[in-house]
């Protein structure tokens, strides 16, 4: 069996998917350009990524498709760096879903070292999405 030549960057299927993502992110960003997140005094306030609340490793998608139930946040670098490191507080916040139970509900965690809380402005607004994802995906 002959080997060489260069590993993909990329699968076909990404790549495929890259242009729709980059449009989507674009527009995303456009509509939401504040971040949504506000997760503690290291904010930016400006939103720079799209934060997807159901991982493509939990079984989620990159760009909205129809009957994936999923929830797109605009976040600045800050906030999207603090949900990674922080997966328990942020499925407890409901920015990040457990795609392993059925339904795509974020699980209900207990953090010894709560963050300060969300304004109850975006609160509010953030749960209204959240809901909304639900409802329209019949979950």
Request: with cysteine.
């Amino acid at each position: 069996m002959k080997r060489g030549g260069r590993v993909n960057a990329q699968s076909t299927k990404r790549r495929a998917l890259t242009p729709a993502r980059r449009h989507f992110v674009r527009d995303h960003l456009h509509a939401y350009p504040r971040c949504q997140v506000r997760w503690d005094g290291g904010c930016t306030g400006r939103a720079e990524h799209v934060h997807e609340a159901l991982m493509r490793s939990r079984g989620g998608v990159i760009v909205p498709t129809p009957g994936v139930a999923q929830l797109f946040v605009s976040v600045c670098w800050w906030c999207h760096a603090q949900l990674h490191a922080h997966p328990e507080e942020a499925t407890a916040r409901g920015f990040l879903w457990d795609g392993h139970s059925r339904g795509h509900r974020a699980a209900a965690v207990a953090v010894d070292n709560p963050p300060p809380p969300m304004p109850a402005d975006r609160l509010a607004a953030t749960q209204a999405r959240i809901r909304d994802a639900a409802k329209r995906y019949g979950l």
